[in-house]
């Protein structure tokens, strides 16, 4: 399918306008790289976006991340970039302001609950689920698998047992969980389908009175559970008079039944929280991937000259995959020299690789996906003798990511009031950076996972056993950009009040501290970071490693 | 009326609970202490509470603040107190807990919103609108008056028109503002009715076509506005078939009809934003505010001996009466010696006024309606040498409120966000204040106005022109009480950012402060606070009090 073809199907159908999700049917789900209908008409391989193709042009919703890849990556003449979250919100208020009133759209990419709030909103709109216009994919089969409770640290009738003490109330005869995650958790099962993400993407029926589940996927098979085709699940409802609950935020509007209750997604919070063997796990893989990172950083050290960002991506792969347990990234890696740090989640190809320069900065920002669990770290370090401004902002982002980890909080404490403790000291400088501070990471799943994150508007209390991301950042268009991030999870502390434990072990470059910016309190936070992360991976290396890093663990 | 001829009715009437809330029709609005309900049914006089009477006993709902106060003036044998928010929802909550399911309830003074929220979480509760049990007074004619341009900025029918423009797209044919204080600012009037606060209490209902607007309320009469009684407004209603917009967030349940519709209360959003005379006016009345707080501060320094909280409540209240301007206080003062500071919102009466004690910290919370605006300052003050504790304890509360007067922050940034900046270095050290850390403030109006403020639960973003204010505190039960508060006004600067200006000018008592606690940014913060205060005060100080003033504003 071609931008071209779908303004004919346009006239044919008699609409205005067809919008395109970067999504599939499984809703705020990651996809793989052939499923991108957006790359695939016009060129943008960023992980969000909207595209709409209407009577009066092509306009790219993209969100502050994704500003200057999109300028890169387009033909500017056909398209037109819009700044603006990429949601249904803002796609049909640009609409309505060009008289565009006849909208197509994929009724399994959008969320019943997305769609009914919109209605409400542009009531002079007409909607029409059209199906599917961008070039589908057709899958291969594979076999899931059953997660090892030696891992998950529960199975998954001690899961469902949970789960269903949270519904039996609802007098519901079925649950429909639609969100992959979930599913996956609460089933316990993984299987090698995206590239990035071991979670299986079906829906999951689930029987309240037999207790018996029932996967809905179109190319999954399994040993351990009943899966049947997707189109038999649409079957099933449409004739359904069974009342049956299910959470409208991540179930796709083809599938409204009126047998459908909305009821938010229990296991989203249970998920959140990690019990001991989970976190024990994260533990565990983040020392393997601290010693992974810690390799790649002494290489570079001494082998950077003459070396790409891609040459960079390539060794921490190798690096990664000798680790026991590995079992693939958990992202596709940015390592961005310069002025390509400064493009928030630029990821190096063939077009853009550029060569690492005397002087520069180098944002790395990696992770992996570990039997035992998930990891996301993000180091900027200097190549050469790094300019002293650059030293200054990196101390910031220093100082912004220790008023967080360094944090003691109530319970119940909101991500947008942490997000604030990372931000307040930058914006007394007059900058910002448009991105969240951090976000929920699961164990052996979503590196973004929900419901916690410490963002503008996230409005979740934590708890203890969350895992989080924090990751503030410095970016400054055609120069460079900076951003230190670790993961974390919640402890409860004597006091009652909840920490931040680093899970993330890899020394900050030193180099790019100026001690004199730091208080007290953040040398001794710096100090007690790296003294753990020595402590942590110096068995696991050999005396040449063991020897540097102690030197990059020393205290300052 | 009294407790026992409520339990007699509830008989008669054949219902097992009554439910007795602090305020009157004017929900969420201060009130007169003659027609405190609670405090004459059971002797407990905060500002906030709710009493049920039932079968199964009484229960007094109180929040944090007033913890203490509750537990020393009510008759424990009698009446149980509960620590919780008092609201409708944990009322409720305890109620079905005890098996009390019909309960009578005075229809005026629950809102239409909260009554409807209510029923649909308690499905099986049955509720009874019985009118007034508790005690009415009966109230004076008062006249209303009206406000002048030079301190309002702006007459009735610029508001009119800038509120209308926000109104013609409804298509409804009258608005109704129930707020009190939207009564007042819209129509540019005033009263001396309320103890603390100038406004009217009314209902304005505002013909949309010919713009004519009248004023239901049962003690005022008005040369220059169409007044009449209450029950007019009911039948009004009743017999309406027009279209009637009104916020059912403070519109009382007994005056629901089919003819209203709801529609958040625009005047609370365009009041919070001051216009330049407001901001001056706000200035100007906090210097003379100023000069009598300061005057207190000298006179205690050199006559608290021997002197009470109520001596100091007198004092304080002759010192801003020779001020210019002044109408009334903003309410009641609270001086509180000792263990009385820990009582967040104590004010001494004739039972538990307490001599002020040599070692012990003063705790001044109070205010001023000046015809050009409203004051509210908190100074926590040692009487003789206070105890390296206590100092840290303070110097801790002053780091707190630098903390956010100090902040720069972006547009919209919410009350909850800079909330957090405060608490966050507390946090950290183990402890927190059960109030919000800032308030907004009118001007000339309620010294606690809506919608912004910082707080927990408070998501309303910050603009420009808006008028807050900034108080942290830390309380030790037996022990003391601290707390500084400043009003502050928000101001774009030239990077786009928002800052707070100072509004009060009342220096800090620096024989509190350990200065190596403090870090540059937080020293240079406090001279400069202090600087402006003695600039702006100077001229209208004898050459004495200047002296005293340049001492006590003397960098650190």
Redesign the interface.
Known sequence: MSIKKILQRLDERNLDAYIITHNNCFLGQDISDKENKIRKLCGFSGSSGMLVVSKKGCFLFVDGRYELQAKKEVNLSQITIVHQMPNLNNVCALLVENGLMRIGFDGWCFSIAEMQSIKLCYENISFSDVGNWADGNTPDMLQIKERETQYSGEDSKQKCQRVFKKLKDLGADYCLLTAADSVSWLLNIYVRDLPYTPIVRGYALWNLHTKKITLFADNLQSDILSVKPMYKLAEFLHECNKRIVCDFGTTPLRLLNPCLQHVKDVCQELKAQKNEKEIWGMNMCHIRDGVAVVRLLMWLEKNWQGKTELDVVQKLHELRSEQELFFSESFATIAAVGANGAVVHYQPNEATNKKLEQGKLLLIDSGGQYMDGTTDVTRTIALGVPADTEIDYFTQVLKAHI?VA?????FA??G??????A??PM??K?F?YKHGTGHGVACFGNVHEGPIGIS?KN?YGFNEGMVTSIEPGIYMENQFGIRIENLYFTQQ?E?G?LKFVPLTRVPIDKKLINVNLL?ADERNWLNGYHEAVYYWLQKRLNAEEKKWLREACAPI
């Open positions: 008023a360094d944090a003691q909080f109530p404490t909101t947008q009031r942490l997000d604030a403790l931000r307040a914006w007394k007059g910002d503008e409005n502390q006091n009040f208080n």
